[in-house]
T-cell receptor, first 115, second 116 residues
Framework: GDSVTQMEGPVTLSEEAFLTINCTYTATGYPSLFWYVQYPGEGLQLLLKATKADDKGSNKGFEATYRKETTSFHLEKGSVQVSDSAVYFCALGYPNAGNNRKLIWGLGTSLAVNP | KAGVTQTPRYLIKTRGQQVTLSCSPISGHRSVSWYQQTPGQGLQFLFEYFSETQRNKGNFPGRFSGRQFSNSRSEMNVSTLELGDSALYLC???????????????FGPGTRLLVL
């Protein structure tokens, strides 16, 4: 079945370090891909998304490129800040409704950035 | 535009009791999804309601149920609470069906349930 696999955390980095959080997926067809972020004590919020192959989503300095050939959507940021400490979720959606389509979620990757 | 609101924010119950959680979606959103979040299991999908109809359901026992009203507000009920039901329950709303196309979900802050 369809699935999303994220790298396990926690990930601990120093401020200004480079961040990569890996996300790979298994799906039929051409899904949309999402990264959501959950800051401490809050609900999730959309960070970025991409709807077709080679699309690059970007927001708040974060980027992720939809790679169909490697079925991946890795999240990257060139220089993390303490305020980026959060849990990051990769998710997969479908191009159209039917067959009880729903979002497929990864387990989340916790990021801690130290000053 | 107001965001997704959930009430109550915190609840303490004892085993065997039942609980009802409430979610008010963003105005105009017709889909409401419920999730259970625990440290060990991550984000687990419970169910989704769209225009008062349950459209999707996760793998949870029948003790977990929900409904949606004509104004799109939704409630989730858990009967015969167990210790393992302690979790953060998140509600999310979207204009259309969640997970379809590039539809974005907007999450509330959650209700933290502790079962003693």
């Amino acid at each position: 079945g369809d699935s999303v696999t994220q790298m396990e955390g926690p990930v601990t980095l120093s401020e200004e370090a480079f961040l990569t959080i890996n996300c790979t997926y298994t799906a039929t067809g051409y899904p949309s891909l999402f990264w959501y972020v959950q800051y401490p004590g809050e609900g999730l919020q959309l960070l970025l998304k991409a709807t077709k192959a080679d699309d690059k989503g970007s927001n708040k300095g974060f980027e992720a490129t939809y790679r169909k050939e490697t079925t991946s959507f890795h999240l990257e940021k060139g220089s993390v800040q303490v305020s980026d400490s959060a849990v990051y979720f990769c998710a997969l959606g479908y191009p159209n409704a039917g067959n009880n389509r729903k979002l497929i979620w990864g387990l989340g990757t916790s990021l801690a950035v130290n000053p | 535009k107001a965001g997704v609101t959930q009430t109550p924010r915190y609840l303490i119950k004892t085993r065997g009791q039942q609980v009802t959680l409430s979610c008010s979606p963003i105005s105009g959103h017709r889909s409401v999804s419920w999730y259970q979040q625990t440290p060990g299991q991550g984000l687990q999908f419970l169910f989704e309601y769209f225009s008062e109809t349950q459209r999707n359901k996760g793998n949870f026992p029948g003790r977990f149920s929900g409904r949606q009203f004509s104004n799109s507000r939704s409630e989730m009920n858990v009967s015969t609470l167990e210790l393992g039901d302690s979790a953060l329950y998140l509600c999310a709303s979207s204009l259309g069906l969640a997970g379809v196309g590039s539809e974005t979900q907007y999450f509330g802050p959650g209700t933290r349930l502790l079962v003693l």
